[in-house]
């Protein structure tokens, strides 16, 4: 009896062992691909000054509107071809904002694949890994930064709007723990050097 009540909890931790794995395999695939799913916005200040600080939220501001006049992309593909044939003008739209603050520094725009940490919107958390984003650096980009999804949601809500449900589940759902997972994976396994991809 005794050996039957141990082959009977051996299959059960057994059991449980696989599912929790299999749990967490789907919550890395899931993480995977909200990353692979969504591009971002990147803003780096000059610097930590209130000046370059209250500069890089005009820059912001002016990169936004110019956003929700001009960006017509449905899928991420559509919206980071727009952003490679647009950095030029998204670099003068960033230079105007600044010039009218009296602002001569350099902007650089460029499309890289980077590493975010896990981030906490009011509308919902995006995992850490690695993303491809839209990044404006002004001047040397050493300042504190301002990040955002620019596909799905031009920087607003994403919730509902990725194809899969598992990745909406993800994104705006509060599965701290699923978050934690994928965070403490992509933690220790992601590339931390940016990649260049168009700029």
Not at 91 to 110: D, F
Not at 149 to 178: K, M, T
Request: net charge positive; glycine share 8%.
């Amino acid at each position: 009896m005794a050996l039957l009540c141990l082959g009977l909890f051996l299959a059960l931790a057994l059991c449980g062992a696989w599912q929790t794995f299999a749990w967490g395999r789907t919550q890395l695939d899931t993480g995977a691909l909200v990353c692979a799913d969504t591009l971002r916005l990147h803003i780096r200040a000059e610097s930590d000054s209130i000046a370059s600080q209250s500069a890089k939220l005009h820059v912001r501001d002016a990169v936004l509107a110019y956003l929700d006049t001009a960006c017509p992309a449905r899928s991420k593909p559509e919206a980071v071809a727009w952003a490679a044939q647009h950095l030029f003008e998204l670099q003068l739209t960033a230079r105007h904002a600044l010039a009218r603050l009296g602002i001569r520094t350099p902007v650089r725009v460029q499309l890289v694949n980077m590493y975010f940490d896990t981030r906490r919107y009011a509308s919902g958390t995006l995992p850490a890994g690695r993303y491809d984003a839209l990044r404006i650096d002004l001047g040397a980009g050493k300042g504190r930064n301002w990040w955002c999804v620019l596909y799905p949601g031009l920087c607003r809500s994403a919730c509902g709007s990725y194809a899969r449900p598992a990745e909406n589940d993800l994104v705006c759902g509060n599965y701290i723990l699923r978050l934690r997972l994928v965070e403490w994976v992509q933690q220790r396994t992601a590339r931390r050097e940016d990649v260049v991809l168009v700029g």
